[in-house]
């Protein structure tokens, strides 16, 4: 399984941190990020304190540990953020 570039393996999860300008503009990406999770049933844990937003993902219903799921929604992630 490749992880998708800017993320890495942490403890049976895929993991990414991202910084942005301000509390806005990280909500707005959540809120980005939710849409598309929510499209494909499949939700990430996830921290937001003021510009900094942290992200694991894995399945729970595969026993918490990387999927094509989590690769697939990290590149959706990935792809959002090229668009900002």
Do not use: C
Not at 56 to 75: E, F, P, R
């Amino acid at each position: 399984m490749n992880i998708p570039e800017a993320w890495s393996e942490d403890n049976n999860s895929l993991y990414r941190k991202i910084e942005f300008k301000n509390f806005s503009e990280a909500f707005a990406f959540m809120v980005r990020v939710a849409i598309e999770a929510e499209r494909m049933n499949h939700h990430p844990l996830w921290t937001n304190v003021y510009n900094k937003v942290e992200i694991w993902l894995n399945t729970h219903d595969a026993g918490d540990i990387i999927t094509d799921k989590d690769v697939k929604l990290a590149d959706k992630i990935n792809k959002l953020l090229s668009q900002l």
